[in-house]
């Protein structure tokens, strides 16, 4: 039998853990013992003391006897190892099954595809906040212990790992790798290899990161290839499933002190692709790995189908659209309804070589919003963003710049059970919202609540009334043309920042709109490089953003809206919002065993943060639009996710040359 360890996680740069205890048979029994979800918390108290206590053999005695107590007192209840975990209910796919549902198991492998990016990068470390990086790095070159299955709300299956197991409590977890697994390098992944990758991400990844897998207070290497996770005071479900997503780094190739540097390098993982060529701010190009350890197994049958993936980044929206008309990249995602109702009439598309598709998809609609950095002053009355929401005249700018396409933004959760928009809370939310009187709008605790409705004209008298009134309860009144503060004297100004043109046009609209107010909104376009750095650190008044929710939002609430990520740098807390009842709200949804519950968690939080006003609620597509070359092909079905490009192919005989 292999040594084992526990920690409590040591800092990369601080002081190593003690030697690990030599394997002896009180090892077997041990390890046959932490089967037990009943004793579960006193194994972990157990095995801190084998590690620190001395001698070893007295040690031995005392946790054993405690061990077997409480094996004499509570029932021994074996969490069973397992391919697949859900969040809720149980995984949908049996244990032997050959391939997801949403796949062509049977798609040719060949050929190239080039996707185009609008933006720009200067790292490949996508896993840190210094830098802008190629995001896409991120399961084609570095994977994690386990896959999403794309037709679930949450649910996982075994990538690295082979199997996982968790106690009925979720207060640990337990990865066993599958022995095939290597590093592109052809360097075999071991557990070792796992815990130095949540110890590098605790202390140097991104907020994210840092903040989920801080929550692990003990980790155990059980064998070469068996990890165990303990978080037994987390009070967080999700938790085994988020360390089932980590990414997992190779501990020979990785150098913690330099981590956190924005880096070209190519990096080293364990994926399907490797980097093979980089164009810096211009393009990267993979290339798929003959050696790659994972193509049989069932969760990617179907998926990683081209042997080349090239990303051109475009700075520039029009030049990114010319770019597709003249053939230089396969697959375009649009989100711009005037560009689709009326752009795509070039000849490829007459003649068939490009393909207009529409899907659609079972998620949260992406819905943009104008978000309010509560951090300024200029936004911290919630009367002054309640009124400049009113002049957002959404109908007119629906009919005259987007053929009535859109759908207008009432929820955070937008067209999905998750939303509380038009559904009166139930005793469940009630019982949630109850030691928070005062967080909730009664109407949005009703259901009664909407969007404002103009007229539709773009010169609405009645919203500019009401909007004015509001502005005068909190403290500014009309002076000539200009709208001032009654007090001071200075007038209501304020930054849109951009990074695109088309969203230059639309925030120059709106500036229109708070001009017949009189406030002087600038609209400010940077690049996107720029824009990064600023979002990362909050220097900015106002920007466009939309919150890319899940079916089953998680951990990552916390990094959208808990109190603590107000003040970390690379969150996105964009807003700036502390709200203790927002934070109940993420705990609530966080400790949710039943769907029912989980779901009056997550429309409680949506009525938190529709009553704060922290938005003004532009709109969202109800589908997906995508073009493609005749030569680019998908499966027949569409996941719950919408569609994947992983699982795409080329047409045999016509791979790009």
Same mark, same amino acid.
């Given at each position: 039998?292999?040594?084992?360890?526990?920690?409590?996680?040591?800092?990369?740069?601080?002081?190593?853990?003690?030697?690990?205890?030599?394997?002896?048979?009180?090892?077997?029994?041990?390890?046959?013992?932490?089967?037990?979800?009943?004793?579960?918390?006193?194994?972990?108290?157990?095995?801190?003391?084998?590690?620190?206590?001395?001698?070893?053999?007295?040690?031995?005695?005392?946790?054993?006897?405690?061990?077997?107590?409480?094996?004499?007192?509570?029932?021994?209840?074996?969490?069973?190892?397992?391919?697949?975990?859900?969040?809720?209910?149980?995984?949908?796919?049996?244990?032997?099954?050959?391939?997801?549902?949403?796949?062509?198991?049977?798609?040719?492998?060949?050929?190239?595809?080039?996707?185009?990016?609008?933006?720009?990068?200067?790292?490949?470390?996508?896993?840190?906040?210094?830098?802008?990086?190629?995001?896409?790095?991120?399961?084609?070159?570095?994977?994690?212990?386990?896959?999403?299955?794309?037709?679930?709300?949450?649910?996982?299956?075994?990538?690295?790992?082979?199997?996982?197991?968790?106690?009925?409590?979720?207060?640990?977890?337990?990865?066993?790798?599958?022995?095939?697994?290597?590093?592109?390098?052809?360097?075999?992944?071991?557990?070792?290899?796992?815990?130095?990758?949540?110890?590098?991400?605790?202390?140097?990844?991104?907020?994210?990161?840092?903040?989920?897998?801080?929550?692990?207070?003990?980790?155990?290497?059980?064998?070469?290839?068996?990890?165990?996770?303990?978080?037994?005071?987390?009070?967080?479900?999700?938790?085994?499933?988020?360390?089932?997503?980590?990414?997992?780094?190779?501990?020979?190739?990785?150098?913690?002190?330099?981590?956190?540097?924005?880096?070209?390098?190519?990096?080293?993982?364990?994926?399907?692709?490797?980097?093979?060529?980089?164009?810096?701010?211009?393009?990267?190009?993979?290339?798929?790995?003959?050696?790659?350890? @994972?193509?049989?197994?069932?969760?990617?049958?179907?998926?990683?189908?081209?042997?080349?993936?090239?990303?051109?980044?475009?700075?520039?929206?029009?030049?990114?659209?010319?770019?597709?008309?003249? @053939?230089?990249?396969?697959?375009?995602?649009?989100?711009?309804?005037?560009?689709?109702?009326?752009?795509?009439?070039?000849?490829?598309?007459?003649?068939?070589?490009?393909?207009?598709?529409?899907?659609?998809?079972?998620?949260?609609?992406?819905?943009?919003?104008?978000?309010?950095?509560?951090?300024?002053?200029?936004?911290?009355?919630?009367?002054?963003?309640?009124?400049?929401?009113?002049?957002?005249?959404?109908?007119?700018?629906?009919?005259?710049?987007?053929?009535?396409?859109?759908?207008?933004?009432?929820?955070?959760?937008?067209?999905?059970?998750?939303?509380?928009?038009?559904?009166?809370?139930?005793?469940?939310?009630?019982?949630?919202?109850?030691?928070?009187?005062?967080?909730?709008?009664?109407?949005?605790?009703?259901?009664?609540?909407?969007?404002?409705?103009?007229?539709?004209?773009?010169?609405?008298?009645?919203?500019?009334?009401?909007?004015?009134?509001?502005?005068?309860?909190?403290?500014?009144?009309?002076?000539?043309?200009?709208?001032?503060?009654?007090?001071?004297?200075?007038?209501?100004?304020?930054?849109?920042?951009?990074?695109?043109?088309?969203?230059?046009?639309?925030?120059?609209?709106?500036?229109?709109?708070?001009?017949?107010?009189?406030?002087?909104?600038?609209?400010?376009?940077?690049?996107?490089?720029?824009?990064?750095?600023?979002?990362?650190?909050?220097?900015?008044?106002?920007?466009?953003?939309?919150?890319?929710?899940?079916?089953?939002? @998680?951990?990552?609430?916390?990094?959208?809206?808990?109190?603590?990520?107000?003040?970390?740098?690379?969150?996105?807390?964009?807003?700036?919002?502390?709200?203790?009842?927002?934070? %109940?709200?993420?705990?609530?949804?966080?400790?949710?065993?039943?769907?029912?519950?989980?779901?009056?968690?997550?429309?409680?939080?949506?009525?938190?943060?529709?009553?704060?006003?922290?938005?003004?609620?532009?709109?969202?597509?109800?589908?997906?639009?995508?073009?493609?070359?005749?030569?680019?092909?998908?499966?027949?079905?569409?996941?719950?996710?919408?569609?994947?490009?992983?699982?795409?192919?080329?047409?045999?005989?016509? %791979?790009?040359?």
């Amino acid at each position: 039998m292999t040594d084992f360890t526990v920690s409590a996680g040591p800092k990369l740069r601080g002081k190593r853990a003690k030697p690990a205890l030599p394997a002896t048979a009180i090892h077997a029994v041990i390890m046959h013992v932490i089967q037990s979800r009943a004793v579960n918390r006193i194994l972990s108290s157990a095995f801190c003391t084998l590690q620190c206590l001395r001698p070893a053999r007295a040690a031995f005695r005392v946790a054993l006897c405690g061990l077997l107590a409480a094996l004499a007192i509570s029932p021994a209840r074996t969490a069973q190892a397992a391919p697949a975990i859900a969040m809720h209910g149980a995984p949908a796919l049996p244990d032997d099954f050959s391939a997801a549902p949403y796949v062509n198991p049977d798609a040719p492998k060949g050929g190239r595809m080039i996707e185009g990016v609008l933006g720009t990068f200067d790292s490949l470390n996508p896993l840190i906040v210094s830098g802008l990086a190629v995001q896409t790095i991120r399961g084609y070159v570095i994977e994690s212990l386990m896959a999403r299955g794309y037709d679930e709300p949450f649910t996982l299956y075994g990538l690295l790992a082979q199997s996982v197991e968790t106690d009925d409590a979720r207060t640990f977890v337990t990865f066993t790798l599958n022995p095939a697994a290597h590093f592109s390098d052809g360097v075999p992944v071991t557990a070792d290899d796992v815990v130095f990758s949540w110890q590098l991400l605790r202390d140097h990844g991104r907020p994210n990161h840092r903040t989920y897998y801080a929550k692990v207070e003990n980790t155990a290497i059980l064998g070469p290839r068996t990890v165990r996770f303990d978080f037994p005071n987390a009070n967080d479900r999700e938790l085994p499933l988020i360390l089932g997503l980590m990414p997992v780094l190779p501990k020979h190739a990785v150098d913690p002190a330099t981590f956190e540097n924005s880096s070209l390098a190519k990096p080293v993982g364990t994926g399907p692709y490797v980097v093979s060529a980089v164009d810096t701010g211009k393009s990267v190009t993979f290339k798929r790995d003959p050696n790659y350890w @994972g193509r049989d197994l069932p969760i990617n049958r179907g998926l990683w189908n081209f042997d080349e993936l090239r990303f051109d980044f475009y700075r520039d929206e029009n030049a990114y659209f010319e770019a597709f008309k003249a @053939g230089l990249y396969d697959v375009r995602s649009e989100s711009d309804p005037l560009r689709w109702q009326t752009n795509y009439d070039f000849p490829a598309v007459r003649d068939g070589r490009v393909i207009k598709e529409t899907f659609t998809n079972g998620l949260p609609k992406f819905s943009s919003d104008y978000v309010f950095n509560t951090r300024r002053a200029v936004f911290a009355d919630i009367g002054v963003r309640q009124a400049i929401t009113l002049l957002f005249d959404f109908e007119w700018i629906n009919r005259d710049f987007f053929f009535n396409l859109y759908r207008r933004s009432a929820s955070f959760f937008d067209d999905s059970e998750l939303s509380a928009y038009h559904r009166p809370a139930d005793a469940r939310e009630r019982a949630l919202l109850a030691p928070f009187p005062d967080a909730v709008r009664a109407d949005v605790l009703d259901g009664s609540w909407s969007p404002p409705m103009s007229d539709g004209s773009g010169r609405d008298r009645n919203m500019l009334r009401q909007a004015l009134a509001l502005f005068a309860a909190a403290g500014y009144e009309l002076k000539g043309t200009v709208l001032r503060n009654r007090a001071s004297g200075k007038p209501l100004t304020f930054e849109i920042m951009v990074t695109n043109r088309d969203d230059e046009r639309l925030a120059l609209a709106f500036a229109g709109s708070l001009a017949r107010a009189g406030i002087t909104a600038q609209v400010r376009l940077v690049d996107a490089v720029q824009y990064q750095q600023r979002l990362s650190t909050f220097d900015f008044d106002m920007i466009e953003y939309r919150w890319e929710q899940s079916l089953s939002p @998680g951990n990552e609430q916390t990094f959208y809206w808990g109190s603590a990520a107000a003040d970390q740098d690379g969150s996105r807390n964009y807003m700036g919002v502390k709200s203790p009842a927002l934070d %109940a709200m993420i705990a609530a949804l966080l400790r949710a065993r039943e769907r029912t519950d989980f779901v009056a968690a997550v429309r409680a939080l949506d009525r938190v943060l529709i009553s704060g006003s922290y938005v003004v609620p532009l709109f969202y597509l109800p589908e997906q639009w995508v073009a493609r070359r005749a030569a680019i092909n998908h499966p027949a079905r569409t996941s719950l996710f919408g569609f994947l490009p992983d699982s795409w192919w080329r047409d045999p005989g016509q %791979a790009r040359q």
